[in-house]
């Protein structure tokens, strides 16, 4: 299982801004990730401590 904090993905969306000089929100982040990891990502707000839980 890999965990991500909501700081973690906001940091990977400013570095995909950076890299391809475009907006990328946080879900398109969490679109993304669930394609590359082919795994759920739950949203912060469902979960109890305030992290992304992806599982395989």
């Known amino acids: 299982m890999i965990t991500l904090t909501d700081e973690m993905v906001s940091n990977l969306a400013v570095r995909l801004q950076r890299i391809y000089r475009e907006k990328f929100s946080e879900s398109l982040v969490n679109k993304i990730l669930r394609l590359i990891l082919d ?14 839980k992806m599982l395989y």
């Not at 759920?40 to 992290?51: H, I, Q």
């Open 39 to 52: 795994c759920e990502v739950v949203s912060a707000s469902t979960s109890e401590n305030g992290m992304r």
